[in-house]
T-cell receptor, first 119, second 109 residues
């Protein structure tokens, strides 16, 4: 149980285009979903926290207008990278939790990640 | 500032035991996580400690000392598949996860 999927697993796009990444909790209702970014050989960086039905909470330094997050249902959150640039190339990872708080002590179940390459 | 320290890299032999240490300095403490991450994959949850002491889960154990700001992950009977990065993360008083940079564990036959 507690499976989280991401789609697509890999995406290559041209600079200036937008890319949407989906995160789904397959067998549980995720009140809270988190979006992380990982650069090579570095730890995860939390980008934003999304609670179903409300606006996402972005971490300092993360551009809200560039990284659009929507958490429309208890099983789906989407991250849209708008006007992508080569520096946005990274591994984007989502996680989902049953918890109610913005970051929960409940276990986070991680998605497999999406590797974005912007040419 | 908030800081998590763990060794960058460790090497161990298949079948042996290895201990990965993590020290932290954070504004408050609401628990410490250990994650395993294989190259190119998302991290997977290993353990969560909020009280002092040792928690054992199969071949993996995690220890916490809040007074010392210290934790370790103990891996027994090492297997080649244990080669991965091990991430230590602390939940601070604002329930924000503070991440270490990870320890790359190399297992040799």
């Amino acid at each position: 149980g507690a499976v989280v999927s991401q789609h697509p697993s890999r995406v290559i796009c041209k600079s200036g285009t937008s890319v949407k990444i989906e995160c789904r909790s397959l067998d549980f209702q995720a009140t809270t979903m988190f979006w992380y970014r990982q650069f090579p050989k570095k730890s995860l960086m939390l980008m934003a926290t999304s609670n179903e039905g409300s606006k996402a909470t972005y971490e300092q330094g993360v551009e809200k207008d560039k990284f659009l997050i929507n958490h429309a249902s208890l099983t789906l959150s989407t991250l849209t990278v708008t006007s992508a640039h080569p520096e946005d190339s990274s591994f984007y990872i989502c996680s989902a939790s049953y918890g109610q708080t913005s970051i929960s002590t409940d276990t986070q179940y991680f998605g497999p990640g999406t590797r974005l390459t912007v040419l | 500032g908030q800081n998590i320290d763990q060794p960058t890299e460790m090497t161990a032999t298949e079948g042996a035991i290895v201990q990965i240490n993590c020290t932290y300095q954070t504004s408050g403490f609401n628990g410490l996580f250990w994650y395993q991450q294989h190259a190119g994959e998302a991290p997977t949850f290993l353990s969560y400690n909020v009280l002092d002491g040792l928690e054992e889960k199969g071949r993996f154990s995690s220890f916490l000392s809040r007074s010392k700001g210290y934790s370790y992950l103990l891996l027994k009977e090492l297997q080649m598949k244990d080669s991965a990065s091990y991430l230590c993360a602390v939940l601070d008083s604002n329930y924000q996860l503070i991440w270490g940079a990870g320890t790359k564990l190399i297992i040799k036959p």
